[in-house]
Nanobody, 118 residues
Framework: QVQLVESGGGAVQAGGSLRLVCAASGRILGVNSMAWYRQAPGNQREMVAKVTLSGRTNYADSAKGRFTISRSGNTGYLEMNNLKPEDTAVYYC??????????????WGRGTRVTVSS
């Protein structure tokens, strides 16, 4: 069974840093893309950053210059610097994975909470 597990969330003060980790496990043949989304209370889930198989990255405007997405094998990372209170949210890992059943299927993790205080 394929699963994504996030870690690295926590509570920090404004200006601080966190590194989120997304570990994909199971019968995975490859990672087509990996992304981080976030959802703040009362808001819709929004994409923060994405990295494709070729290594191309895409960032939300709010993340540009502060966040860096990367991937190594089946593990993804989101380095977050200069955090702001408005970054407070539950962060979800999303991955499009090639498995024995599909050339590309979408998976979600359960999320990790990030709280930034002013």
């Amino acid at each position: 069974q394929v699963q994504l597990v996030e870690s690295g969330g926590g509570a920090v003060q404004a200006g601080g840093s966190l590194r989120l980790v997304c570990a994909a496990s199971g019968r995975i043949l490859g990672v087509n893309s990996m992304a981080w989304y976030r959802q703040a209370p009362g808001n819709q889930r929004e994409m923060v950053a994405k990295v494709t198989l070729s290594g191309r990255t895409n960032y939300a405007d709010s993340a540009k210059g502060r966040f860096t997405i990367s991937r190594s094998g089946n593990t993804g990372y989101l380095e977050m610097n200069n955090l702001k209170p408005e970054d407070t949210a539950v962060y979800y890992c999303n991955a499009n994975l090639a498995t024995y059943l599909s050339g590309g299927a979408n998976y979600w993790g359960r999320g990790t909470r990030v709280t930034v205080s002013s």
